[in-house]
T-cell receptor, first 116, second 110 residues
Framework: DAGITQSPRHKVTETGTPVTLRCHQT?????MYWYRQDPGHGLRLIHY???????DKGEVSDGYSVSRSKTEDFLLTLESATSSQTSVYFC???????????????FGPGTRLTVT | SQQGEEDPQALSIQEGENATMNCSYK?????LQWYRQNSGRGLVHLIL?????REKHSGRLRVTLDTSKKSSSLLITASRAADTASYFC??????????FGAGTTVTVRA
C-alpha cells in the first residue's frame, strides 16, 4: 500500500446521491486504475488512466466516471449511486518501462462503499 | 468478462503442508501474475511469469505456466499461518490492463 492512499476509507450513502472517491499516489506512476471487488467476482476494472486527462473505460464502467487532472490524483465518481454499486473499491497504479517490474500493479487499501 | 478462473475456490491445509492452486484463462497473454490479499487489505504482487517462461521460483513460491493449455499453477511450499489469504491470478494481455480471476481462499491451520 506504500505511496497509494484512498479516501474516504468507508462511506455510507443513500441511493441517488453523487459520490466521489479519491486515489492519491506519490509514486509518479503513469497508469492508474479503479476496480471494484465483489464476492465471487474477484476484481473488475471500472476505468483506467494512461496519463493526465487520458482515461478509458473498463469492463464495468456504466454508472461511473473518472477524472485525472494531475499525475498523482485519480477520482472516481458515481453520478447517482445505486445499491448495486455497494462494493469495495480499489485503486491501483503501474509504472512505465520495459522491465519486468513495470508490469506489476500496486494497490491502495480500498474504500468500502455502502449504498442504502 | 473475467479472463482467469481459479481452482479451487477455497483450500484448507495444515501448517507445513504445501498449497497448490490453479488458474485457467481464455486468450493469449503477455504475462501472468499472482497476487495475495489479506483480509481487509489491498492486493500485493507476488510473482510474474512471462508467456515464454514455463516455471519460476521466488522463495517458497513456484509458478508454472502452460500456454498450450492456457493454465497456470501457484505452489506455496511449507505453508505458514501468515500465508492465510486470498490468492488471485491476473492476466496481462498487452494492453496495460490486468484481468483478475475470482480468487482462491487459503486457510492455514496451526
Amino acid at each position: 500500500d506504500a505511496g497509494i492512499t484512498q479516501s474516504p476509507r468507508h462511506k455510507v450513502t443513500e441511493t441517488g446521491t453523487p459520490v466521489t472517491l479519491r486515489c492519491h499516489q506519490t509514486e509518479n506512476h503513469r497508469y492508474m486504475y479503479w476496480y471494484r471487488q465483489d464476492p465471487g467476482h474477484g476484481l473488475r476494472l471500472i476505468h483506467y488512466s494512461y496519463g493526465v486527462k487520458d482515461t478509458d473505460k473498463g469492463e464495468v464502467s456504466d454508472g461511473y466516471s473518472v477524472s485525472r487532472s494531475k499525475t498523482e490524483d485519480f477520482l472516481l465518481t458515481l453520478e447517482s449511486a445505486t445499491s448495486s454499486q455497494t462494493s469495495v473499491y480499489f485503486c491501483a497504479t503501474r509504472r512505465t518501462g520495459g522491465f519486468e517490474s513495470s508490469y506489476e500493479q500496486y494497490f491502495g487499501p480500498g474504500t468500502r462503499l455502502t449504498v442504502t | 468478462s473475467q479472463q482467469g478462473e481459479e481452482d479451487p475456490q477455497a483450500l484448507s491445509i495444515q501448517e507445513g503442508e504445501n498449497a497448490t492452486m490453479n488458474c485457467s484463462y481464455k486468450t493469449s497473454i503477455n504475462n501472468l501474475q499472482w497476487y495475495r490479499q489479506n483480509s481487509g487489505r489491498g492486493l500485493v504482487h507476488l510473482i510474474l511469469i512471462r508467456s515464454n517462461e514455463r516455471e519460476k521460483h521466488s522463495g517458497r513460491l513456484r509458478v508454472t505456466l502452460d500456454t498450450s493449455k492456457k493454465s497456470s499453477s501457484l505452489l506455496i511450499t511449507a505453508s505458514r499461518a501468515a500465508d492465510t489469504a486470498s490468492y488471485f491470478c491476473a492476466t496481462d494481455g498487452y494492453d496495460y490492463k490486468l484481468s483478475f480471476g475470482a480468487g482462491t481462499t487459503v486457510t492455514v491451520r496451526a
